[in-house]
């Protein structure tokens, strides 16, 4: 067992009306003037956002407000933030949405204690030593950003996507109510539930030998987020299953089913560029990356991926070809992505072949101009990117 740290910060506030300790909770960690930050209309339809507002003003509590957050946020709308925060003298950032409100949240909350430009943090250029506190009222279970100390900007200046993760911007505190979750179209559903198992899924697969009890509350995620899916894709309104995948998605990326290494992260690399590219949903890109991946690497410790097949795929184990079971056990998974709405290919993504430019493209910003390697279970070069993309065109 490899030595590990868990730093999980974030007070979680889970259940039925939980928005409504958003006022005490803002309190309760020094916010005295918030910047209310959300995204297009989903929280104003469901008059989440007005609840909560309202909250804050009974409260007696300031607040600005500040929407327009697109999936895969853009720097410039961050950088707005960064400018009203500071003419309107915010010392907290609440945000109403999913991972891309709370990521954009991140980046603006940075940027408010910074006199450079707050894209240095994500270029590696520079590190920050203070930041708003901000927190979450989840809409969307999927980034697992209202417990993670990550957050994704796409600066539109050339469409690049970078992560940039600091344990500083962990949220003060995340509410989640499943019920908030109701409105979500089966789309948004199922790449969050993808996005959720992917967490997972690149902290499960590395070569650090196993740690027993990680891998059984890994697997009993995984299991559990693909049973619950397919229920509320026949049901939205499942609160008894919407709860599970909120919380999984909270568990997935909170580090606790990577309490032995730092996982692979190499098909969340490969897909940032699919998503920057062409700002599709991270969750499908997901989809369409990881067959290929996992075919390209799984020689690297096939034990791991006889083990998934069997415990998370329910193949059934074939002791005299272990390679035949892992393959099995990724044609199980291409099924399940089928079956719950996502693709399993770029052409599937994207609707049309990708092209050798756009192909060599990405390969080019996901090796940072060929200059980086990703991956743990298989350390990727530029090379090894390119092939991946090539067996994912579909
Ligand atoms: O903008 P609105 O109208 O709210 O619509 C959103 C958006 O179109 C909609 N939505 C959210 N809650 C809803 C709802 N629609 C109806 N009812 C609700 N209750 O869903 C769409 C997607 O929202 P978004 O916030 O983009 O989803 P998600 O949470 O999947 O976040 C994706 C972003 O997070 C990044 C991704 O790269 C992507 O940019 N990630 C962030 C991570 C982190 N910070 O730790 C880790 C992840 O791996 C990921 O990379
Ligand atoms: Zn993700």
Avoid at 157 to 174: E, H, I, Q, T
Avoid at 246 to 253: D, K
Wanted: charged share 25%; with cysteine; hydrophobic share 40%.
């Amino acid at each position: 067992m490899k030595d590990f740290k868990f730093y999980a910060p974030t007070e979680v506030v889970f259940g039925e009306n939980s928005e409504e300790q958003v006022a005490r909770l803002i309190k309760k960690y020094g916010g005295t003037k918030v910047l209310v930050h959300y995204g297009g209309k989903s929280a104003e339809r469901s008059g989440l956002l007005d609840k909560v507002c309202k909250q804050l003003q009974d409260e007696g509590i300031q607040f600005v407000k500040l929407g327009g957050v697109v999936p895969n946020p853009r720097l410039s709308l961050a950088k707005q933030g960064i400018e009203l925060c500071r003419k309107e003298g915010i010392d907290f950032i609440l945000a109403v949405g999913g991972g891309s409100v709370i990521d954009s949240s991140k980046c603006i909350a940075y940027g408010v204690c910074y006199d450079g430009d707050v894209w240095d943090f994500y270029l590696g250029k520079a590190q920050p030593t203070k930041m708003l506190p901000l927190a979450a009222v989840l809409t969307i279970p999927a980034a697992g950003s209202e417990m993670s100390e990550a957050s994704v900007i796409t600066n539109e200046d050339g469409d690049v996507k970078l992560g940039y993760s600091n344990d500083l911007s962990r949220p003060k505190f995340a509410i989640m109510n499943p019920r908030r979750t109701f409105t979500l179209p089966p789309y948004q559903t199922a790449a969050g539930v993808t996005d959720i198992m992917m967490h997972t899924m690149e902290r499960y697969f590395n070569t650090d030998g196993d740690m027993t009890l990680t891998d059984e509350i890994a697997e009993a995620l995984m299991r559990t987020m693909k049973a619950c899916v397919f229920e509320v894709l026949k049901n939205p309104e499942d609160y008894r299953n919407r709860a599970q995948i909120m919380w999984g998605g909270s568990l997935a990326h909170n580090d606790v089913t990577g309490c032995r290494n730092n996982g692979d992260w190499a098909t969340h690399q490969l897909e940032h560029e699919l998503s920057g590219m062409f700002d599709v949903t991270h969750g499908a890109g997901l989809a369409a990356i990881w067959p290929s991946w996992a075919r390209y690497v799984m020689h690297e410790n096939l034990s791991r991926f006889v083990r998934f097949a069997v415990n998370v795929m329910e193949v059934p184990n074939d002791f005299t070809d272990p390679e035949g079971t892992a393959l099995r056990g990724v044609e199980a998974m291409e099924r399940f992505y089928h079956a719950i709405g996502m693709p399993v290919n770029i052409r599937e993504l994207i609707g049309r072949d990708v092209t050798d430019e756009e192909i060599q493209e990405m390969t080019r910003k996901c090796s940072r101009d060929y200059q980086r390697t990703c991956g743990q279970f298989k350390v990727l070069k530029a090379e090894d990117m390119k092939a991946i993309y090539c067996m994912a065109r579909g």
